[in-house]
């Protein structure tokens, strides 16, 4: 099993920043992918972030320019960097990760229960 601790998140002022984090532990034999998503209240969830294990990024284009996600592979470790938040960017924030528990078993989704970010106007 694989357990996801997230961090970071609280109240800031538009225009402020946040950085979260989410850290995996439990039986990990690799991860994959890492990722994270939100979900304001009354909506659904829906997709900020993704990392891939070679590096490579993808946003959602209301956060681009604006978020940065990064990894350190040897903390097992996701981060978000938010900058120039806004009113619209409050919202639980998910923590993802694509993983395998032992070698040749197939990719799992695991994920966290969330840090609430709230960015007062």
């Known amino acids: 099993q694989v357990h996801l601790v997230e961090s970071g998140g609280g109240l800031v002022q538009a225009g402020g920043s946040l950085r979260l984090s989410c850290a995996a532990s439990?039986?990990?034999?690799?991860?994959?992918?890492m990722g994270w998503s939100r979900q304001a209240p009354g909506k659904q969830r829906e997709f900020v972030a993704r990392?891939?294990?070679?590096?490579?990024?993808n946003y959602a284009d209301s956060v681009k320019g604006r978020f940065t996600i990064s990894r350190d592979n040897a903390k097992n470790t996701v981060y978000l960097q938010m900058n120039s938040l806004k009113p619209e960017d409050t919202a639980a924030y998910y923590c993802?990760?694509?993983?395998?528990?032992?070698?040749?078993?197939?990719?799992?989704?695991?994920w966290g229960q969330g840090t609430q970010v709230t960015v007062s106007s």
């Open positions: 990392i891939e294990s070679s590096g490579s990024t």
């Open positions: 439990g039986s990990i034999f690799s991860i994959d992918a």
């Open positions: 993802n990760v694509l993983a395998r528990t032992a070698v040749a078993t197939p990719l799992y989704s695991y």
